[in-house]
Each structure stands twice: as C-alpha cells, then as structure tokens.
C-alpha cells in the first residue's frame, strides 16, 4: 500500500437522465491527496430535484422554478453515520465527513462576473469575463468529502467506488473510480501520460502554439523562505476541446520547473484544470477531437492560472509549460529570492493589477472551508489580481500590491511606517507625479511584520508612454527601504 493515494474526481455527469435541461456539465472538484487516505467529494441534494422534472439541479446551472433561496437546496449537517461508501463492493469504515465549498465558484470582481475553480494541485484556474448579468442565477452547492483507509492494494491499481446515503428522500452524486497513484498532491500529473507528454514538451525544441505569459514574485515569510507567487495567462480560444452530450471533453494542464543556478531541478508542480472524465487519475493526452463546439458561457475553459510555492534564498530559472494535449504553450523567467533579514525594515517587490473585489474574511464558526492551498493577494479586504499585461489605457485605473516588512512590529511597537510611491518617465528619470504617502496603519495586521498594502493609482494627466512605479517604505527610526520598481506604458 502506498502512502499517498490519488482519488480521480471530476463530477462530468452526462445528467440526461436527471437535468435534460442542463446546457453544459462541468463542475471539477480537485483532487485531494493525504497520506494512507482515500478522500471522496460527494454532492448530496434531495432526491426530489431528481425526479421533478420541473424542478433544475442547481449544481450546475440557473435554478428555476424552486421557490427556495439557492442556499436552502444545500444538504447540510450530514455526519459519517449518513453515509455509506463501498471499495469493490466491499463497505468501507468511515474515519470523518467534513463539508466543503465547491471547488468551482463564481467570482465577481470590478470587471465583470467569472468561474473560477481549485485545480488538482492546488492552484487558481479562472476563466474568461462574462457579463454581469449572465451567471447571476448560477448555484453551486458544497460538496461532502468522505476520507477513509482503504485496503491495501497494488501500486496503480484502480478500485470501484460506490457512495449510499442511509436517509432514503437524498441523492448522492461522487465519483466511481479511483487509483493507486503515489504522487504529491502539488504534482498530481508527476508519472501520469499527459504529466510525461509535458515534460517531453518542456525539454524539446519545437515552438510553441500557445501564447504563454508567465510571472513569478516572492513575498517572504520567514528568513528562510519565501512564499512565491507565479501567474499564467494564455488566450483560451488557443485551446482545444469538445462537448459532447452535454460534456465537457479536454486535456489542460500546466507543469512549473524551477532549476537552481546550476542547472539541478530545486522544485516541481504540476497543476490539471479539466477535466478526467472517468479516465481514474490517468487524463488523456489529446481531447476527443481537434476544435470543438463553442462552450455556452465558455465554462470552464481557462485563460488564466495562479499558484504558489515556498522556495528558500537563492537564483533560480523558472520553466513553466501549458498543455491541452494536442498543443503547447512554453515560457520561462529568471527568479532571484533575495536573503530576507528579518530584522530589518525592507519591501517586497510590486505586482500591477486592473482586476479587483472584496473577499470575505471568513468565519472559524463556518463548517465549509475553501479546497486547495492557494492564498490571494488581499490588502484591507479587496483581492488584488496580478495582469501580466502592463499596457494600461489613459482611463483604465492601476492598481499596485506589494507587502512592507517591519519586524518591530510583532513585538507590539510603537513604530509607524508609511509607503512612498511616485511616478517616473520611464526613459528621462523624471519624476512625473508624487503620489502622498500612505500611512501603513490601516493596512497592519495585528502581531505581524507583514504589511500587505494594495492602492488604486490614478494615471489622470499622464500622456502616452512608458513610465516606471516606485515604492519604498520607511518608519519612525528614520529607516527606510531602497526603492522598489514596476514599469508600465500608457496607450
């Protein structure tokens, strides 16, 4: 028996049967990977939305004709006692249910309405922009995740899953088939057909086909590391796919090597977006067909990812490479991790954005806790999201992220620190705006260094051209940092 075990789970129900009405199916949920641990996401609805055929499932799509707020369809409070999941034919002992969002949400933001989805490693995927009014109706109910010790078994071999509910008036959707896979849960294409095919890609001379853009910034933790935050984005109409029956039918996936100076692999992750369907753990490494049908609302097709990971000081070359099967997109960036002191008032380096919303800060009291590890840019409640694409319009608003460091500050100080920011031609040097300095305060979280300081930047008065954004921090000793640098153009 292996120590970590891989259960495939995508959730691409055909729904003929049960939601006719339903245009496109296409709700993943990650993989989740512990050790000597079988985890299955489960959906749980009332049995009477199944067989109304007035009535939609709202997991998928705009609920209609049920007078009940979307909320109220979920099955909540449900125990180990409620279920029971056979391996094999075999009933399986439960250790614990625990009730999580869905791993596919929709967000919302200042630039209209999108779905976004925790990918099997772990990371962000979100796809492109929809109007406002177009996902409004859209309900995604939470999903049980059902963890148990499995017999032991051969290493790839694949087991039979089958989830019952006791209560006879609930409906349980899971999936039916998982593997004994040995991989990390920040690799899960590590050794797998499609995971292979990208690290032949990664290695080989032919150019790529898909426009790929690629970001790696380090925010630091610790003196020993940093948190690494690496962003792709890549044109979704690039990427091949087909619907069929009602399903979603692709193979997208993304895979980051970081080297170390010499040439030796410091690290690897691998990320897979969509979608399985029934393959157990093993994606294909083509789609069913060349280009298909368009997606209605292009659900989940991606055109965007986000991850991270924690990397100790150091020089390293960034390699990262999208895959849909057919075609590849391959990009790669230099990283410097600088030695972090954390005894000294320094500043990270400046993400630019467009895109921003408010987040929840979230309850200990809520029984649903987000899937996945990947953790937002968030300053004072608003989500700051990293463009790779510095070009701004005259009327576009530019947001900046970046984090202080005052190590003072968890020792409850009496320090004060302020951000300074301006704005630079970037060809002469000259100054075109000072913008006032921003009192750190607000932003402080109480008993920590970290100050993460996001700002809405005004690019009024400014002509056509190239300009550079610089920020420092400094304190109340007199200290303050060198400057930190972004560029950017106005068209």
């Not at 001379?205 to 690494?228: C, M």
């Not at 590849?328 to 600088?338: A, D, S």
């Not at 190239?466 to 000793?477: F, I, P």
Request: hydrophobic share 35%; proline share 7%.
């Amino acid at each position: 028996m292996t120590k970590r075990i891989t259960l495939t789970w995508a959730l691409l129900v055909s729904c003929a049967a049960l939601c006719p009405w339903a245009q496109v199916v296409s709700a993943q949920d990650p993989i989740r990977v512990e050790s000597n641990q079988v985890l299955v996401p489960a959906v749980v609805f009332e049995k009477a939305l199944s067989t109304q055929p007035e009535r939609q499932i709202p997991l998928f799509g705009p609920s209609v004709q049920d007078p009940r707020p979307p909320d109220a369809l979920a099955v909540r409070n449900l125990v180990a006692r409620d279920f029971h999941l056979f391996e094999d034919g075999m009933e399986q002992n439960i250790q614990n249910v625990t009730l999580e969002r869905p791993a596919l949400s929709i967000a919302r933001d200042n630039l209209g309405n999108h779905f976004e989805i925790i990918g099997t490693g772990g990371g962000r995927w979100a796809d492109p922009d929809q109007p406002r009014t177009l996902l409004n109706d859209w309900t995604l109910l939470p999903r049980y995740v059902i963890a148990y010790v499995p017999p032991p078994s051969l290493e790839g071999s694949c087991h039979q899953i089958k989830v019952k509910m006791t209560r006879h008036n609930l409906f349980v959707w899971s999936r039916s088939e998982y593997c004994n896979t040995p991989h990390s849960a920040s690799d899960p294409l590590k050794g797998m057909e499609f995971g292979k095919q990208m690290e032949d890609d990664l290695a080989s001379a032919e150019t790529s086909k898909i426009n790929l853009t690629l970001q790696a910034v380090p925010f630091y933790r610790s003196a020993g590391t940093a948190r690494v935050y690496v962003k792709l984005e890549f044109p979704w109409k690039s990427l091949e796919y087909e619907v069929k029956d009602g399903t979603l039918y692709a193979s997208i996936g993304a895979l980051l090597m970081v080297y170390n100076k010499d040439g030796t692999v410091a690290a690897r992750f691998s990320d897979f977006a969509c979608c399985d369907n029934d393959t157990a753990g093993k994606p294909t490494a083509k789609p069913r067909s060349s280009r298909g049908h368009f997606i209605q609302n292009t659900s989940q097709i991606p055109n965007r990812y986000e991850s991270q990971f924690d990397l100790p000081p150091g020089e390293y070359q960034i390699r990262a490479i999208l895959s849909d099967g057919e075609k590849f997109g391959r990009q790669q960036v230099p990283l410097n991790v600088e030695n972090y002191d954390d005894k000294q008032l320094s500043t990270s380096a400046i993400v630019l954005s467009r895109r921003i919303r408010a987040v929840d800060a979230g309850s200990p009291a809520n029984p649903e806790r987000l899937s996945g590890g990947y953790a937002p840019l968030v300053s004072k409640g608003i989500e700051i999201t990293p463009t790779l694409d510095h070009r701004f319009k005259e009327n576009e608003s530019l947001y900046a992220y970046f984090e202080v460091y005052e190590p003072r500050l968890a020792a409850k100080s009496a320090t004060t620190v302020e951000a300074h920011l301006r704005i630079l031609d970037a060809k002469t040097g000259a100054v075109k705006k000072n913008l006032q300095a921003v009192n750190a305060a607000p932003y402080i979280q109480e008993g920590s260094p970290i100050i993460p300081i996001g700002r809405g930047i005004s690019l009024k008065n400014l002509s056509k051209g190239s300009y550079r954004l610089e920020v420092r921090g400094s304190d109340s000793t007199g200290t303050s940092t060198a400057w930190r640098t972004a560029n950017f153009t106005i068209e």
